[in-house]
């Protein structure tokens, strides 16, 4: 039976694995189509939940799973974009949502959220889905827009 679970876990821990470089970076050397909006989308390099990977999704179709330090470069339709980050182990799901413009890049990070490691230390598995369904704001992770530089 614990060789049993132990394959299990492994097999968990191995499927959520995530990349760690750039997925299309050569993009942010090529000008943004005229029609699109450009999403660039970082990982922080954060070791809280560095074992799984982060699910990326826009529209609800899956675009990454990003490890620690990941990188993806996405060109969008404009229009409204509902960006979500979540993992495999995790019923939450963290959403926001930006009015994308033509022409235009946003920037993006995905960090860690530290207020579900109480959540699921408390009240495990249970508690876990129970926030799953209160909010659009759960999960192990949180994205946010990246304020510009000036």
Do not use: W
């Not at 959520?16 to 993009?27: L, P, Q, R, V």
């Not at 809280?48 to 179709?61: F, M, N, P, Q, T």
């Not at 993806?72 to 993992?87: F, N």
């Not at 408390?122 to 659009?136: C, E, W």
């Amino acid at each position: 039976m614990k060789k049993i679970l132990l394959t299990l876990f492994t097999t968990s821990l191995l499927t959520a694995c995530g990349t760690t470089g750039a997925i299309n970076a050569e993009k942010l050397n090529e000008p943004i189509p005229k029609d699109r909006s450009r999403l660039v989308i970082e990982r922080t390099n954060s070791y809280l939940y560095s074992g799984g990977a982060a699910k990326l999704e826009i529209d609800g179709v899956e675009i990454a799973r990003l490890g620690i330090g990941g990188s993806v470069v996405y060109d969008c339709q404009p229009g409204d974009r509902t960006l979500s980050v979540g993992t495999p182990f995790s019923a939450g799901k963290y959403k926001t949502t930006i009015k994308a413009v033509a022409g235009k890049q946003y920037e993006f990070e995905i960090s860690p959220r530290s207020s579900h490691l109480v959540t699921t230390s408390l009240f495990g598995v249970i508690g876990d889905a129970a926030t799953a369904g209160s909010s659009d704001k759960t999960g192990y992770f949180q994205i946010n827009l990246k304020e510009p530089e000036k």
